[in-house]
């Protein structure tokens, strides 16, 4: 099992910023890709950013590319997403998930809480 908790989402402006951290208690963090997904109100969950075990294969939705950014740092068991340039269309629930298959597989095994990004206009 592995635990995740989503935390640093906030309100802020527009082009403004703000970084997610995502901390993993449980089984080896560095066995895992990390993805980032969020969900707006009435919308369904959609991918934002992944990212391999060791930091090198990195994947972004188009509409975040260029302006969001996943980090790791293996020794703290956490993932990040640095997000920059912020419009109110990023507006929603971030979740952090886990994913067995260390380059990533598409399919994760776990999941996080979810934090609250709200961007104003």
């Known amino acids: 099992q592995v635990q995740l908790v989503a935390s640093g989402g906030r309100l802020v402006q527009a082009g403004g910023s703000l970084r997610l951290s995502c901390t993993a208690s449980?089984?080896?963090?560095?066995?895992?890709?990390m993805g980032w997904f969020r969900q707006a109100p009435g919308k369904e969950r959609e991918f934002v950013a992944s990212?391999?075990?060791?930091?090198?294969?990195?994947r972004y939705a188009d509409s975040v590319k260029g302006r969001f950014t996943a980090s790791r740092d293996n020794a703290k068991n956490t993932v990040y997403l640095q997000m920059n340039s912020l419009k109110p269309e990023d507006t929603a629930v971030y979740y952090c998930?886990?994913?067995?298959?260390?380059?990533?597989?598409?399919?994760?095994?776990?999941w996080g809480q979810g934090t609250q990004v709200t961007v104003s206009s």
């Open positions: 449980g089984r080896t963090f560095s066995n895992y890709a």
């Open positions: 990212i391999s075990w060791d930091g090198t294969l990195k």
């Open positions: 998930a886990a994913d067995s298959r260390r380059y990533g597989s598409g399919a994760y095994d776990y």
